[in-house]
């Protein structure tokens, strides 16, 4: 079902769309964020992961995101200028506390926190509260393969998916994200939610004006729903929810997704005595809104166990006998994680990232808001 959506939504007619180079888009996000006032090294760190996103084909979470966060901080829901506290710290673990700063900058400082604790401890654990939406989960994982290590990420988000046999939104998309380094070009990188579609996927769907895949989506009267448009605005009042991975009820397993996102809600609320559940929708400090998630990193230091060289030959060949086994009839190849992600980098360096057109209109907004009228763009 996951492969279905993905092949969906690259399937725009081409006339949509226009395709930026990748420095220049990257370029126009961090000035965003700077006339936002958040501070140039911070910018630097929200425009790094919505370009790896974009990169990596995960559009989504990446300029799709920009007018999201640009709508937020305006409204006074996200602080720009991140301030973080350093509420535990022990050997191997630490608890973080955000102060509804931005997420991106939140999340890449606990997993530098995390790595530079494996470095020493051979594992390092940080847990997070009161920070905001970070982007794809994958970019923190990838800060791990780098460093020759092994990552893994959560997060909790807004209610979006009820319990199996349930309606009612109560858990977010939750992602549980795991990479690896290899031997290959590229790392082995599990990066997904844990409902079948996420709802930035139904915002893709609403901007290219496409039909969601049956059996995604499950409404309030337990019936399936493929307007996107409708489905969002049913997400906002609870009418709607999204199906967890394995779908509804349990003969397709969806019993397996609820626990997956359950148990992602737990380590990125309850180690850092964080909100869950109902309250990600959003509390109200002192008149403001805010909108708090928490997030939970795990890096494990490879060369405690073995070798890296090695461990990166295993999960090498792991990967090349996964691919080279048999093939459903009429399937040209096998996948592996993280290798589609690859390929889209490769030719999004070379090609640019492509803009639809509810993107384009966005990106006009804000530059012209913000006063940026050195980037010239072809629409």
């Known amino acids: ?37 958040v501070p140039e090294g911070h910018a630097e760190i929200i ?42 710290d022990d050997k191997s673990t630490a608890v973080l506390d955000g102060g509804c700063g931005m997420g991106h900058v939140i999340a890449y400082l606990a997993m530098r926190l995390a790595i530079e604790k494996a470095k020493k401890y051979g594992l390092g654990a940080v847990a997070v509260r009161n920070s905001t939406h970070f982007g794809i989960a994958g970019y923190y994982s990838l800060m791990a393969i780098q460093e020759g290590m092994i990552g893994f990420v959560t997060t909790n988000t807004r209610p979006a998916v009820p319990p199996t046999f349930g309606i009612e939104p109560m858990l977010g998309t939750n992602p549980l994200t795991y990479g690896v380094p290899t031997d290959e070009e590229f790392p082995f ?7 079948i579609i996420q709802r930035g996927k139904v915002e893709v769907y609403n ?31 609870r009418s709607a929810a999204l199906l967890p991975l394995g779908g509804k009820g349990e003969d397709t397993s969806g019993h397996k997704g609820y626990g997956y996102a359950t148990f992602a809600e737990i380590l990125s609320s309850a180690l850092q005595d964080g909100v869950y559940l109902k309250d990600t929708a959003g509390v109200i400090e002192n008149g403001q809104k805010r909108l708090k998630v928490g997030h939970f ?38 996948y592996t994680a993280g290798e589609k992600e690859y390929n889209s980098d490769v030719e999004r360096r070379k090609n640019g990232i492509p803009l639809n057109k509810s993107l384009q209109k ?13 980037y010239n763009f072809p629409f």
């Open 1 to 37: 079902m996951l492969e279905e959506v993905k092949e969906e939504t690259n399937s725009t007619p081409s006339d949509d769309i226009v395709y930026i180079d990748v420095e220049k888009l990257k370029a126009f996000i961090k000035d965003v964020f700077i006339s936002l006032e």
């Open 47 to 88: 425009a790094e992961v919505l370009i790896t996103s974009d990169l990596r084909g995960i559009d989504s979470h990446g300029i799709q995101r920009c007018k999201m966060y640009y709508d937020r901080i305006r409204e006074g829901i996200y602080n720009p200028k991140t301030k973080i506290s350093v509420i535990k």
């Open 189 to 195: 990188l599990l990066d997904c939610a844990t409902s």
């Open 207 to 237: 901007r290219m004006h496409k039909q969601l895949p049956d059996g995604v989506i499950i409404s309030n009267n337990g019936n399936s729903k493929t307007d996107a448009n409708i489905v969002l605005n049913k997400l906002l009042d």
């Open 297 to 334: 990193f795990l890096v494990i230091n490879i060369q405690n166990f073995i070798p890296l060289e090695r461990f990166k030959e295993i999960t090498g060949n792991i990967m090349r006998e996964l691919r080279s086994s048999k093939k459903t009839p009429g399937k040209e190849r096998i």
């Open 362 to 374: 966005d990106i006009k907004i804000m530059q012209k808001e913000l006063g940026l009228n050195k």
